[in-house]
């Protein structure tokens, strides 16, 4: 079946560190995929989204680049702030109305 | 600029009350659903609509019952609430296949 397996929080970074949270999916066919953020007491808001092989999506400095040879969706960012202290999903939608969510990663960045 | 709008934001129930938790969108979207979000587990989906009309259970569909009362409104019903049923409840809606799905703030609902 499909499926999203992410890492594991909760990361915590300095300030300006690079962020690496790690996305590997598991469908058949050729799903969207996507990263939703969470703030604290809020709902999840779309980062962004690829629809297909190769495609990079990019919102607010984040970027992951759809990489079917390795069925990853890996979320990157160069420069963290306090403010992207959330939590972070990966998920996909295969046209079946269904999306399949990730367990979610924790981010606190100190200043 | 409402989206997707959820009430109530809060809710405290005893075991064996039951309770409706609304759901509706203002996108004009086909698809709606229901999930849970739990500790350590991230979002499971309890049931989607995928069109006025239908609805479908989804991964942790027992316990639940849902009502798509048109194309903007999407209901989840509790008949007989449970501890194990404490969790923060999401409503959703998409428009198209493979495009993003919109997310209301979310009902934390306490099952004592």
């Known amino acids: 079946g499909n499926s999203v397996t992410q890492m594991e929080g909760p990361v915590t970074l300095s300030e300006e560190a690079f962020l690496t949270i790690n996305c590997t999916y598991t469908?058949?066919?050729?799903?969207?995929l996507f990263w939703y953020v969470q703030y604290p007491g809020e709902g999840l808001q779309l980062l962004l989204k690829?629809?297909?092989?190769?495609d990079k999506g990019s919102n607010k400095g984040f970027e992951a680049t759809y990489r079917k040879e390795t069925t990853s969706f890996h979320l990157e960012k160069g420069s963290v702030q306090v403010s992207d202290s959330a939590v972070y999903f990966c998920?996909?939608?295969?046209?079946?109305?269904?999306?399949?969510f990730g367990t979610g990663t924790r981010l606190k960045v100190l200043a | 600029n409402a989206g997707v709008t959820q009430t109530p934001k809060f809710q405290v129930l005893k075991t064996g009350q039951s309770m409706t938790l609304q759901c509706a969108q203002d996108?004009?979207?086909?698809?709606m659903y229901w999930y849970r979000q739990d500790p350590g587990m991230g979002l499971r989906l309890i049931y989607y609509?995928?069109?006025?009309?239908?609805?479908d259970k989804g991964e942790v569909p027992n316990g639940y019952n849902v009502s798509r009362l048109n194309k903007r409104e999407f209901s989840l019903r509790l008949e007989s609430a449970a501890p194990s049923q404490t969790s923060v409840y999401f409503c959703?809606?998409?428009?198209?296949?493979?495009?993003?799905?919109?997310f209301g703030q979310g009902t934390r609902l306490t099952v004592v």
């Open positions: 959703a809606s998409s428009g198209v296949m493979n495009t993003e799905a919109f």
């Open positions: 469908a058949t066919g050729y799903p969207s």
């Open positions: 690829a629809t297909k092989a190769d």
């Open positions: 998920a996909l939608e295969r046209g079946t109305y269904k999306y399949i």
């Open positions: 996108m004009n979207h086909n698809s």
């Open positions: 609509s995928a069109s006025e009309g239908t609805t």
